[in-house]
């Protein structure tokens, strides 16, 4: 049963008593009561008693009913005020209503009255305490799931297991809003001797001794951070970020704040720790991103090291539409065939507007493009390469002479890139049905199993099940059955052969 704390403040004794005696025979134990006689002692009383129901008389001695209320709600904003008052005041019902107040009754106080309100206050305050109560199972349900997203979409960034929808699902769930950030490769062992540590495989078994204190302290070090789940004795960690490039000022800060952590964490754990940090990228290169902050540890002997520091990958003359190339091969990787052609054709208009005194260059840029969009479909599409397929590519793209055919060329070889890699795995299934079903029709006279046939085509029993009936509308045992019937019917028509 709830217990409530109630404050009578009235300057009037038999008020006071009147009230009392109200509340005790009306909701005996689930109460108590104190009271003050003045506006100042019923601040103070407040502060110490800290009620969740104020029965407040407007008009008290010295600080008023009102500017008495003001100063409790301050201090305590689950309060619930009762406004008693010899006056029926309009003012002093409006400014109290702006207060929060849930009932305004005039003396004198009818009883019926007075506990009509308190059980209105009563059933107020448990309707808050049950939220409070939810809010809190709910925050503890949350702290409890929540390093499992974040591992979740540190984990499919990368390692790219995941659809656009899915990362997608996730940010909205971290209530993470940035498209940029920089990784954090957190490397733990015993000592550190040149660029790598110790004992890695002993670290990372300490390491799950102090996982809540690596934690902790990443949380409040990077503000945002989403941290992935150790790996041997490497925790990857990505931090949102608004902008494209670190300032040198913000990166010295955070190299600096970053070798104090790895100090602090060496005195709470007894393990030594080096921290990689990438430069800031599109979530989606979260994966390159992680793999810069890893050879920026490798590339040096320091405790911490950022990539910006170092010459890691590829720089580019500013004049280059780097964020065009790296869109375009996303969204060719993806099989968008769509969108990647529309990219292709953004791009070339760019490089030719800015190197088209370059034909040559522009050339070699579109062939070097199109066979590693090409390297892509082949190796995610299940289609075969034959070495001399491309012979023609290298002469084709020398003998046009006018960008608008180079142009051409490029978007068409780049948009038959993507359509192969969405639709190669689905011929290959196709291809294997078709195998299938001849197979079948050189063989129904005799006993064949589906486990035959599916080693006939090269393809597990389990899936070619599936496939099968995805392609043809029936399972393999109807479809036997169906043509052994057509061919009974054949026969029986066409020969001389008896029924039996």
């Known amino acids: 049963m709830s217990h409530y704390k109630i404050m009578l403040a009235d300057d009037e004794g038999i008020v006071i008593d009147s009230l009392k005696f109200i509340i005790e025979k009306e909701f005996g134990d689930s109460c108590t009561v104190e009271f003050a006689k003045t506006g100042r002692s019923v601040i103070e009383l407040a502060e110490s008693y800290r009620p969740d129901i104020a029965v407040m008389d407007i008009q008290m001695p010295g600080i008023n009913g009102i500017e008495a209320m003001r100063e409790i709600r301050a201090g305590n904003r689950n309060v619930v005020f009762i406004v008693m008052s010899a006056y029926d005041k309009f003012d002093y019902a409006k400014e109290a209503i702006t207060l929060g107040v849930l009932e305004y009754i005039t003396k004198p106080m009818e009883k019926t009255r007075i506990v009509a309100a308190l059980k209105k206050a009563m059933e107020q305050i448990d309707k808050e305490r049950d939220k409070r109560s939810n809010d809190l199972l709910i925050r503890e349900k949350l702290e409890m799931v929540m390093p499992i997203i974040e591992s979740g979409l540190v984990y499919n960034l990368l390692f790219q297991e995941h659809f656009t929808e899915d990362i997608e699902n996730y940010k909205q769930l971290l209530n993470l809003t940035a498209d940029h950030a920089y990784m954090l490769a957190v490397v733990c062992g015993e000592t550190q001797e040149g660029n790598h540590m110790t004992d890695a495989v002993g670290s990372s078994v300490k390491l799950q001794e102090h996982d809540h204190v690596l934690r902790e302290a990443l949380k409040e070090a990077y503000p945002g951070v989403v941290l992935g789940m150790s790996m041997s004795n490497k925790l990857p960690a990505l931090v949102p970020c608004k902008e494209k490039q670190m300032s040198y000022g913000d990166r010295i800060a955070l190299i600096e704040k970053s070798r104090e952590l790895v100090r602090e964490l060496r005195k709470k754990t007894q393990i030594s720790f080096r921290i990689g940090i990438s430069a800031a990228a599109p979530l989606a290169e979260a994966r390159d991103a992680y793999k810069e902050a ?202 001389e052969y008896s029924m039996k």
């Open 294 to 495: 890893v050879n920026a540890l490798i590339m040096t002997t320091g405790s911490v090291a950022h990539a910006d520091d170092l010459p890691i990958g590829c720089a580019h003359e500013e004049t280059y539409p780097l964020d065009l190339e790296k869109k375009l091969f996303t969204e060719v990787k993806n099989g968008d065939a769509v969108h990647a052609v529309a990219t292709a054709e953004t791009y070339f208009d760019v490089i030719e507007e800015r190197y088209g005194d370059l034909l040559m260059n522009i050339r070699l840029k579109v062939l070097e493009f199109v066979l590693y969009a090409e390297y892509f479909a082949y190796n995610s599409g299940g289609m075969t390469y034959a070495f001399r397929d491309r012979a023609d590519y290298l002469p084709t793209v020398m003998e046009m002479k006018e960008p608008s055919s180079l142009r051409k060329w490029f978007a068409d070889r780049i948009g038959e890139a993507c359509r192969n890699i969405g639709t190669k795995a689905a011929e290959k299934s196709q291809g294997a049905v078709e195998a299938a079903k001849a197979y079948i029709r050189n063989h129904y006279s005799r006993d064949i199993s589906l486990d035959e046939v599916s080693q006939a085509v090269n393809i597990s029993p389990y899936y070619f099940s599936k496939v099968f009936k995805e392609e043809v509308g029936e399972g393999f045992v109807e479809y036997l059955t169906g043509l052994r019937m057509e061919k009974a019917k054949e026969l029986l028509t066409t020969t």
